[in-house]
């Protein structure tokens, strides 16, 4: 009933930009966290980005002063602003929203890379 979409990935060259968004089918104010996961090729999932209930956001040491994570309340949506990247960015993101008691949904994932 709760589906995530994922918009905005692409092919970008090392220093551009891309934004990232997640709109889900039901008021995103219910979700105890909205968080954005990459999977590299041939790694393993790793958490990006998160924006909890309360306003704050957290970033992976990788990303840090590179990406920003936001919501907008009056869509449904949460964005990754992701600038200057770097080709180790290179992979599928996905959105991800978290309720309180443990119930998560996940997005099909859009594609991200970053050619030097």
């Known amino acids: 009933q709760v589906q995530l979409v994922e918009s905005g990935g692409g092919s970008v060259q090392t220093g551009g930009s891309l934004r990232l968004s997640c709109v889900a089918s039901v008021n995103i104010f219910r979700f105890n966290s909205m968080n954005w996961y990459r999977q590299a090729p041939g790694k393993e999932y790793e958490l990006v980005a998160t924006?909890?209930?309360?306003?704050?956001?957290n970033y992976a040491d990788s990303v840090k002063g590179r990406f920003t994570i936001s919501r907008d309340n009056t869509k449904e949506m949460v964005n990754l602003q992701m600038n200057n990247l770097k080709p180790e960015d290179t992979g599928v993101y996905y959105c991800n929203a978290a309720e309180h008691w443990g119930t998560e949904y996940w997005g099909q994932g859009t594609q991200v890379t970053v050619s030097s």
């Open positions: 924006f909890t209930s309360r306003g704050t956001t």
